[in-house]
């Protein structure tokens, strides 16, 4: 049992460059989600997927995409990289949206875009 | 709008001795809940703990409790005879209503633990 999983752990990447970030769960959770942590500040989120099929935007959704691809995977699209992109990119996953709604977290992706 | 607040930055503390962090939150959400992540040097986020606005007992888990006044709006999170490997930036976070269950992020507050 792996919980949630992420791809890759580091990435570096010129401005204007796309890539896409990979999180997998096996928890057979229902909403994923997809957090940015930068120094100094708590996680805010990015986008989220309250259950397979949909997406939703969250805090700071400008730059990305998502595509919540069946239960298990949700991806995170930068299409055109800008430097205030540097960060490390938290995926999570919870079982609904009944309380508690405790998050489990992937060991996060740290992409610096030069 | 719904707020998390750690006004501790840093804080140090002796092996075996317990330490409070403090949180505080707003929400004008009657139904809500609060948690506890611990982030280590190695970078993973690691839950604590958790209380429900409506639960009645303070939370606990092992040497983690939640000391959670309501009307003060408080969370505090106390750890009972600190250890090494407690050295870590802990977050309080609510689940707010805004996003499904996504959850709203304090600053955190670092904490070292001394021999």
């Known amino acids: 049992n792996a919980g949630v999983t992420q791809t890759p752990k580091f990435q570096v990447l010129k401005t204007g460059q796309s890539m896409t970030l990979q999180c997998a769960q096996d928890?057979?959770?229902?909403?994923m989600y997809w957090y940015r942590q930068d120094p100094g500040m708590g996680l805010r989120l990015i986008y989220y997927?309250?259950?397979?099929?949909?997406?939703d935007k969250g805090e700071v959704p400008n730059g990305y995409n998502v595509s919540r691809l069946n239960k298990r995977e949700f991806s995170l699209r930068l299409e055109s990289a800008a430097p205030s992109q540097t960060s490390v990119y938290f995926c999570?996953?919870?079982?609904?949206?009944?309380?508690?709604?405790?998050?489990?977290f992937g060991p996060g992706t740290r992409l610096t875009v030069l | 709008a719904q707020k998390i607040t750690q006004t501790q930055p840093g804080m140090f503390v002796q092996e075996k001795e317990a330490v409070t962090l403090d949180c505080t939150y707003d929400?004008?959400?009657?139904?809500?809940?609060l948690f506890w992540y611990k982030q280590p040097s190695s970078g993973e986020m690691i839950f604590l703990i958790y209380?429900?606005?409506?639960?009645?007992q303070n939370a606990t888990e092992g040497r983690y409790s939640l000391n959670f006044q309501k009307a003060r709006k408080s969370a505090n999170l106390v750890i009972s005879a600190s250890q090494l490997g407690d050295s870590a930036m802990y977050f309080c976070?609510?689940?707010?209503?805004?996003?499904?269950?996504?959850?709203?992020f304090g600053k955190g507050t670092t904490l070292s633990v001394s021999s």
């Open positions: 999570a996953s919870s079982q609904g949206t009944a309380p508690p709604g405790t998050q489990y």
């Open positions: 928890m057979n959770h229902n909403s």
């Open positions: 929400t004008s959400d009657p139904s809500y809940g």
């Open positions: 997927s309250a259950s397979e099929g949909t997406t």
């Open positions: 976070a609510m689940r707010g209503n805004q996003a499904g269950t996504a959850l709203i």
């Open positions: 209380q429900g606005s409506y639960d009645q």
